[in-house]
């Protein structure tokens, strides 16, 4: 079992940058594959990005490579996403998520526990 909250969200304008935090709790963190999902209103949730248990392999949504980047760190129980070269549509609401295995994958249904969520509007 491990809960998870989200935190840095905010309103920022077009090009700037954000990072996202997710904190969670448990002790057996390093051995959950982890990622960020986003949804915009009346649209279906969309992954951002996933990292393996180790950090050592990443994967990203087509609509943010390049300009995200998902990292942990697995002695403070974090993840966290930087988000440069905000764009406007990528205005959301940001979901944490861990499944139980360390690998990764973009599939939210293979996700189990889910955070609650951080608003994140970029102003055009």
């Known amino acids: 079992q491990v809960q998870l909250v989200e935190s840095g969200g905010g309103l920022v304008q077009a090009g700037a940058s954000l990072r996202l935090s997710c904190a969670a709790s448990g002790r057996t963190f390093s051995s959950y594959g982890m990622a960020w999902f986003r949804q915009a209103p009346g649209k279906e949730r969309e992954f951002v990005a996933a990292?393996?248990?180790?950090?050592?392999?990443?994967t990203y949504g087509d609509s943010v490579k390049g300009r995200f980047t998902i990292s942990r760190d697995n002695a403070k129980n974090m993840v966290y996403l930087q988000m440069n070269s905000l764009k406007y549509e990528d205005t959301a609401v940001y979901y944490c998520?861990?499944?139980?295995?360390?690998?990764?994958?973009?599939?939210?249904?293979?996700?189990?526990?889910w955070g609650q969520g951080t608003q994140v509007t970029v102003s055009s």
């Open positions: 998520a861990a499944r139980v295995s360390p690998l990764v994958t973009r599939s939210r249904h293979e996700y189990a526990y």
């Open positions: 990292v393996s248990w180790s950090g050592g392999s990443t």
